[in-house]
T-cell receptor, first 115, second 113 residues
């Protein structure tokens, strides 16, 4: 079945450094790739997403890159701050439908930013 | 806009009891999704509903679990005869017609004793 693999499972960086989280997906039809941030005891919050018709998207300190050939996408956070500490999840839509929220999630990356 | 509203936030049940989790989507959103998150794991799709219609329930366990989204009122995820393995966080999400972008609620955390 469809699968999304996410690495690393934990990531510790010093404040101000960059953090990179990588995901691979198996469904060739996937065309929507969101990233969610989940803080303790809260629901996932969308932080950035990318569609298959672009290779890169940036929003202030956060960027996402997509390589459709390799079925690989990555989250880049620059100038990390302690408030970036959270669990980050990548996801891919199932079957390539443009209007369904049926997503396959990665296993999550716990990011710790040390002051 | 109050966002996706879920209640209860925490629910404790003994084995064999029933659990009912409720979700009201964002205003203007007509699609509701339920996801389950086991401890230390990612979210797993369970079911996708529109008003009075189940669109995709491929992620729902075949027994004891059911979901509905009536014409009036919130969507309800019902778990009958709960077992300890049902202990998890259950998240509801919604999106507007024709869009992938999901907005999640804060979740309902079920503990089965």
């Amino acid at each position: 079945g469809e699968n999304v693999e996410q690495h690393p499972s934990t990531l510790s960086v010093q404040e101000g450094d960059s953090a990179v989280i990588k995901c691979t997906y198996s469904d060739s039809a996937s065309n929507y790739f969101p990233w969610y941030k989940q803080e303790l005891g809260k629901g996932p919050q969308l932080i950035i997403d990318i569609r298959s018709n672009v290779g890169e998207k940036k929003d202030q300190r956060i960027a996402v890159t997509l390589n459709k050939t390799a079925k690989h996408f990555s989250l880049h956070i620059t100038e990390t701050q302690p408030e970036d500490s959270a669990v980050y999840f990548c996801a891919a839509n199932v079957g390539g439908s443009s209007n369904t929220g049926k997503l396959i999630f990665g296993q999550g990356t716990t990011l710790q930013v040390k002051p | 806009n109050a966002g996706v509203m879920q209640n209860p936030r925490h629910l404790v049940r003994r084995r064999g009891q029933e659990a009912r989790l409720r979700c009201s989507p964002m205003k203007g959103h007509s699609h509701v999704y339920w996801y389950r998150q086991l401890p230390e794991e990612g979210l797993k799709f369970m079911v996708y509903l529109q008003k009075e219609n189940i669109i995709d329930e491929s992620g729902m366990p075949k027994e004891r679990f059911s979901a509905e989204f009536p014409k009036e009122g919130p969507s309800i995820l019902r778990i009958q005869q709960v077992v300890r393995g049902d202990s998890a966080a259950y998240f509801c999400a919604s999106n507007p017609p024709g869009a992938n972008v999901l907005t999640f609620g804060a979740g309902s955390r079920l503990t089965v004793l």
